[in-house]
């Protein structure tokens, strides 16, 4: 077991492209840690520097307190959980998992006693003697981690454990995966796409974009206090709502009525180079249904009435769809989310509005619903560079804030 | 669109028909030389398809006459050698080009490219020359080294596919698992890698027991001279008798081991000479 | 326990970039940056690829390299082993006795149409062989196995079985045809040398063209048929422009391999009747000639006519040449 620290990490290939930008990561002992990003953002590759099957370009790479830049895969003690799982076909379940004992020189009791422990762990002891090819998927994704965990080394890498499942299996991995590491008090680090699995599982979240990290923290910090742009709209599903905001008489016009703005933030968008345009950012869950409210809520935000497109019930809650008019909101950082989502030439006129409503509220397809929103929740954007306005020592205080 | 039974009959009807047109266009010529080996003197030269009367005398001559059984053995010797040379050298490089990163890979891959379509012919009056001035001619090396030569491309494509469809992944798990290179590559790569190691093996083997040109030109006697040439100089020594059925005869014993490749590997056969030249 | 990372995130990357460049990786700006040091993995791999290298490379360069040299060598002089005194140089003498030599043009000749006679069949039937391959209802396995015989075939042999079937008395082709002896005739010998070339490597050629089909997404017919394309234009407006490469590819290797015929002659006709092919006049100033001198000439001049094939057929490939795709990183 040991920490793993990187220090401005860089990697460049030989046709100039910067994959990963002075990436700086502590990570410590025994800790959880997830690499999160659209695909492209380096996440792989810096796990893969990591492990040593990609150089590092400059920069330091330290295992346990020992510089390893230059030290082959197998001289670093770490295992690796692949994608494809990549399992040896033409080896049974058993060797597949001896393999790495084997290659240590462990005698054969040994290799047996680890090989039939890994395996009552993962539930894969009626396997043993099974060819990868005739295991389901899930069975496949256990022997990877079995051949991972067998050999007890300082740390685990996943690369995307659980993405070649499916959507029940994934959630029942997720917590296998969880369980896993938490008993063997391993230093763990997972690269996922999803951002589902980086919330659920990690101790610490690392969010990447182009190469470099935009923000770390525990998945709540994420989620409640966003850095910036990308962060915010990478974070939660269904996804913050961005809309067009125009700084005015000391507030916002925007597509859901002027916002007021409290002197924190009216005081920093007085400054020259101020940008006059915003973003607001918010949460699906922070909309209600404004029959729903009470009087003391009412006061801390705002109401509007829009058209209903769609109500998705979730049971425990109804997703609404409204139409609201007015500019949409762009960014880069949007663009990019849009990309990575599929979705980026693809969204019909005006901005639409995703909400989380009370199950209770009787809202329906077609009619026009009045819908109150929480200013303490909002977000405001600086277009040109995505940081958070609201932010303030690293909370997000809401456009109220004094 | 109708896709009633009718259709359906027709169309496996018409099926049948161009599948029949296919076997008969590959086999006849096969079957004629077949059939001219069983034929006794007397009826060799009556024409028809099929012998009228059967004999085996044509094989035993052959087998009779050093000549051809030198020469099998010669065939058999130098193709078995030349393959095994091929097939290891062409791993080598196929593993290096489809797995390692090195300046000069594109400088080999289009170097090999070069000599597949390289007029043999050209080299004829060279290695001619060279092999007489360095004792080959005429020798078993004189023809190995230049089957092995232009087997050698064929190889290297076809392993390179071959190689290129093994996951990358399985041998980054061997490193990450405690592998050296080496070692990942013969515990992990290459038994996943025998079945292309095979294919390749029966190309380059067809390949190099097709030759004519260089057999003809680097050999001039019985010691290196290999089935092919050996036919084309059958004319039946001081024997009074038509060479012809002896010729037949020979053939077939040739082509036998090439009739049991194709029957027993014909899918991997395909895969390893579409594999090879198209994709490349 | 934990020490929290640099934020590199809202200063570097997003206020660098302007609005509509998304893009995974970030060009470096740092272009001062001294290149890092490969590391002992890198020089290893290095060393290792260059290593498995080698022996296939010295094998093909021994083989090919020097001799091409020395070929060029042997064509600038007068050499006969029969007159080995007569030994000497003669710069480019030779080329004008082969280049002004009727023989070798007639050679030529009889070559170039071969060549093109043959490989344009070749394309037709090949094409119609890999569609009953890919295609056929019944008997999928029979029929590929049937139509690899003839690649498998030691031509020699094929060429026998020719021969024997066209020569009167022996064959039943003859018989059919039963207007004297065709091999004795410079027409029908060529006819008939064709025919052999055509039936042996029509297989290869659908093999090829085979794999191109392969390629074809099924969806991609289905679609156009729900279009309304007839088969015809299926196949000459979806298959087809699929398929270039893998036709270009055949056609090449084709056009080469054509280009060196030589055993079917040696067999069926020994080069009798002007039928001669180019390799086959190398071949008799060779080995039964002995002129090294002029053989070598001969061997040059064929060398330089395939890499103007060649050269030709790379053109029009562009990136569709085997080879090309060969520096993906991985």
């Known amino acids: 077991m040991a920490d793993i620290v990187l220090d401005k990490v860089n990697k460049k290939f030989p046709d100039g492209t910067v994959a990963v930008q002075d990436v700086d990561l502590e990570i410590a002992d025994g800790e959880f840690v997830i690499l999160v990003g659209p695909s492209g953002c380096g996440k792989s590759t810096t796990l893969n520097m990591i492990a040593g099957l990609e150089d590092i370009s400059s920069g330091e790479l330290r295992i346990g307190g020992q510089r390893v830049n230059d030290k082959a895969p197998r001289d670093r003690d770490i295992a690796m959980v692949f994608q494809s799982y990549a399992l040896y076909p033409n080896m049974t379940v058993r060797e597949n998992m001896a393999f790495p004992l084997r290659l240590a020189k462990l005698d054969k009791e040994t290799i047996n006693q680890k090989v039939d422990e890994a395996a009552k762990v993962l539930e894969l002891t009626p396997l043993l003697d099974r060819k990868p090819a005739n295991l389901s998927g899930g069975q496949r994704q256990r022997v990877a981690m079995g051949r991972a965990i067998v050999r007890q080394p300082k740390a685990f890498l996943m690369d995307e454990p659980l993405s070649n499942l499916d959507a029940k299996l994934r959630v029942q991995m997720r917590t296998v995966v969880s369980r896993l590491q938490k008993q063997l008090g391993t230093t763990t680090v997972y690269v996922t796409h999803d951002q589902t699995e980086a919330m659920t599982l990690g101790d610490r979240v690392v969010i990447m974009r182009g190469g470099a990290v935009q923000q770390v923290g525990p998945p709540q910090e994420l989620y409640d206090h966003p850095r910036n742009l990308f962060v915010a709209g990478f974070i939660g599903s269904p996804s913050m709502n961005f809309l067009h905001a125009a700084v005015q008489d000391g507030g916002l016009r925007t597509a859901l009525g002027d916002v007021p703005l409290g002197d924190r933030v009216r005081r920093e968008l007085e400054a020259a180079d101020a940008p006059r345009e915003l973003i607001l950012g918010i949460r699906p869950e922070h909309f209600e249904d404004a029959e729903l409210v009470d009087e003391e809520s009412r006061r801390r935000g705002l109401e509007f009435e829009a058209p209903v497109e769609i109500v998705e019930s979730m049971g425990s809650d109804k997703y609404v769809y409204f139409t609201v008019e007015g500019e949409k909101a762009s960014a880069a950082e949007l663009e990019e989310l849009a990309a990575d989502a599929g979705a980026a030439d693809f969204s019909g006129a005006g901005s639409n509005l995703v909400t989380r409503l009370s199950a209770e509220s009787p809202v329906a397809e077609g009619q026009s619903r009045r819908v109150w929103f929480n200013l303490e929740k909002i977000h405001l954007f600086d277009p040109a560079n995505g940081r958070n306005l609201t932010l303030h020592e690293g909370r997000a205080a809401g456009a109220l804030a004094d | ?280 | 326990m934990s020490i929290n990372a640099t934020p590199a995130g809202a200063e570097v990357s997003a206020g660098a970039e302007r609005p509509g460049g998304r893009h995974a990786t970030v060009p470096t700006q740092r272009s001062g940056r001294r290149k890092a040091p490969l590391s002992e993995n890198k020089k290893a791999e290095r060393k290792l690829g260059w290593l498995l290298c080698a022996p296939a490379a010295l094998v093909m360069l021994a083989v090919t390299a020097y001799p091409i040299i020395y070929s060029v060598w042997l064509s600038l002089q007068r050499f006969d082993l029969r007159f080995p005194d007569q030994r000497e140089f003669i710069g480019l003498e030779n080329y004008v006795t082969v280049l002004t030599n009727e023989f070798w043009w007639t050679a030529f000749g009889v070559t170039m149409l071969i060549t093109v006679v043959t490989v344009a069949v070749e394309l037709v039937l090949g094409m119609g062989l890999a569609i009953i391959m890919h295609r056929t209802l019944i008997g999928r396995g029979l029929v590929r196995t049937s139509a690899l015989i003839p690649y498998g075939i030691v031509t020699v042999v094929a060429a026998f079985s020719w021969r024997y079937a066209w020569t009167p008395g022996t064959g039943y082709l003859a018989n059919l045809f039963s207007d004297g002896a065709p091999l004795t005739e410079r027409a029908s010998s060529l006819a008939i040398i064709m025919l052999a070339e055509i039936w042996k490597t029509t297989p290869f050629m659908a093999l090829l063209l085979m794999a191109g089909l392969a390629l074809v997404p099924e969806d991609l017919l289905k679609a156009a048929s729900t279009d309304g394309a007839t088969a015809w234009q299926r196949f000459t407006k979806v298959m087809l422009p699929v398929m270039k490469p893998a036709i270009l590819v055949a056609l090449l290797f084709r056009t080469l391999d054509a280009f060196r015929v030589f055993d079917n002659i040696f067999v069926l006709t020994a080069g009798g009747n002007e039928t001669s092919s180019v390799s086959m006049l190398a071949y008799n100033n060779l080995i039964r000639g002995l002129n090294l001198g002029i053989g070598s000439t001969m061997s040059v001049l064929i060398f330089i006519t395939v890499a103007i094939i060649a050269f030709v057929f790379v053109k029009l490939f562009g990136t569709a040449a085997p080879g090309s795709d060969d520096g993906e990183r991985r």
């Open chain 2, 1 to 280: 669109m109708a896709t009633g039974t009718e259709t359906t009959t027709r169309a496996r009807l018409r099926w049948g028909l161009l599948d029949v047109f296919v076997v008969v266009f590959a086999l006849v010529p096969v079957l004629w030389i077949a059939s001219l080996s069983f034929k006794t003197p007397a009826t060799l030269t009556d024409g028809n398809f099929i012998p009228r009367e059967w004999t085996l005398d044509n094989y035993k001559t052959i087998f009779d006459t050093d000549q051809f059984v030198r020469a099998l053995v010669n065939s058999i010797g130098i193709a078995l050698i030349a393959t095994l040379v091929a097939v290891v050298l062409g791993a080598m490089a196929a593993y290096a080009i489809s797995r390692l990163d090195f300046p000069g890979k594109r400088l080999l891959v289009g170097v090999s490219l070069l000599i597949a379509m390289f007029p043999q012919v050209s080299l004829v009056s060279p290695l001619f020359e060279i092999e007489r001035q360095l004792g080959l001619f005429d020798t078993w090396p004189g023809l190995i080294l230049p089957y092995i030569t232009f087997a050698l491309p064929l190889a290297i494509y076809t392993l390179s596919a071959f190689f290129k469809q093994i996951p990358w992944d399985l041998e980054k798990a061997a490193k990450m698992d405690g592998a050296t290179q080496g070692q990942a590559f013969r515990r992990v790569i290459a038994p996943l890698a025998a079945p292309g190691l095979f294919t390749t093996a029966i190309l380059v083997f067809i390949f190099c027991w097709n030759d004519f040109l260089f057999a003809i030109t680097l050999t001039s006697t019985e010691r290196a001279r290999t089935v092919p040439v050996a036919l084309s100089f059958f004319t039946g020594e001081s024997q009074f008798e038509d060479p012809t059925g002896a010729i037949c005869a020979a053939a077939v014993v040739i082509t036998i081991p090439i009739i049991l490749f194709v029957l027993f590997f014909q899918r991997r056969i395909v895969s390893g000479l579409t594999s090879g030249a198209v994709k490349g």
